[in-house]
């Protein structure tokens, strides 16, 4: 059985950074896609960043500049590091898998069949 635990969420101030982490276990895919996504109060859950098992990566416009995905697959950990963050990014975060050929990183949410429960990022101006 597939589980994904998030975790890292915290509250900071604005411009400040925080690095998310995401354990992930019951799977041994060779071919995957994991990502981030994130929902705000009283919005629709959206793509944040997405990472294939050759280690190629997309990210919303959003957040382009500021966070960077990555994985350790030694430790079956994703990560997102957020750096000059902003109110806006104000969300809780999920993780999600999609097993499967991931040739072209994906940032679309129907994509990902596991999701874990998320973790919440506050962001203070």
């Known amino acids: 059985q597939v589980q994904l635990v998030e975790s890292g969420g915290d509250s900071v101030q604005a411009g400040g950074s925080l690095t998310l982490s995401c354990r992930t276990s019951?799977?041994?895919?060779?071919?995957?896609?994991l990502a981030w996504f994130r929902q705000a109060p009283g919005k629709e859950r959206e793509a944040v960043a997405t990472i294939n098992n050759d280690g190629r990566t997309a990210y919303a416009d959003s957040v382009k500049g500021r966070f960077t995905i990555s994985k350790d697959n030694s430790r079956n950990t994703l990560y997102l590091e957020m750096n000059n963050l902003r109110s806006e990014d104000t969300a809780l975060y999920y993780c999600a898998a999609k097993p499967g050929i991931c040739w072209i990183p994906s940032l679309v949410e129907s994509d990902y069949s596991h999701w874990g429960q998320g973790t919440q990022v506050t962001v203070s101006s």
């Open positions: 019951g799977y041994t895919y060779v071919n995957y896609c």
